[in-house]
Structures are given as C-alpha cells and as structure tokens.
Nanobody
Framework: VQLQASGGGVVQSGGSLRLSCTAS??????MAWHRQAPGRQREMVAMDNSEGATFYGDAVKGRFAISRDDTKSTSFLEMNRLEPADTAVYYC??????????WGQGTQVTVSS
C-alpha cells in the first residue's frame, strides 16, 4: 500500500492550495488529512468516507473542502483563505476495508503573512 501526497508549497496569506493524495494497493473507504506544525501535535484537518460523511476541524471549517475520486482512489483537500496558522506538514491517511490505516508522506504547506 502506498499513499502519494502532492500539492504543497508556499503561498501568501489569503491564497489557495489544493492537495492531492492517491492511494494504491488496496480499497479505501476512509480518507483523511492531518497536519502537524512545529512544536505541536498532529491534528485532523478533514475526513470523508465512501458513504459521504465528512468532518472538518474547527480551525478550517468554511475554508477547506475535502473531496475524493473513488475511481482513482484519490483524496483532494482544497484549501482557501489560507492563514499563517495553517503552516504545517500535511499528511494524508487512508483506512482500508479491513480497518487497517496507512499514512502518506507529508507535504509542506507554508503560508506567508
């Protein structure tokens, strides 16, 4: 199983980025994005599952949107109105139908003020 994340970068405050995570080697009904800023614990940003349920962390509600393309086992995280506080390494996470979880490599998002 592999999760390949991409789309991070440097953006000015108020800008947008779109992260992608493609999973291979399994069937994944649950995909999520987490982030970890320096000196802070990893936190969940957003998740969705094959039944359409979604969750957003309070800090990103109304600014971030998670979506997926099940035909390509890909999760997307659209991030709008980015703030310096959103600066972190973003990780994708997927859980397969057997309940086993997998982490992708992180992608750095840096928001300059």
């Amino acid at each position: 199983v592999q999760l390949q994340a991409s789309g991070g970068g440097v953006v000015q405050s108020g800008g947008s980025l779109r992260l992608s995570c493609t999973a291979s080697g399994g069937t994944f009904f649950y995909m999520a994005w987490h982030r970890q800023a320096p000196g802070r614990q990893r936190e969940m940003v957003a998740m969705d599952n094959s039944e359409g349920a979604t969750f957003y962390g309070d800090a990103v509600k109304g600014r971030f949107a998670i979506s997926r393309d099940d035909t390509k086992s890909t999760s997307f995280l659209e991030m709008n109105r980015l703030e310096p506080a959103d600066t972190a390494v973003y990780y994708c996470y997927a859980r397969d139908t057997g309940g086993k979880g997998y982490w992708g490599q992180g992608t750095q998002v840096t928001v300059s003020s």
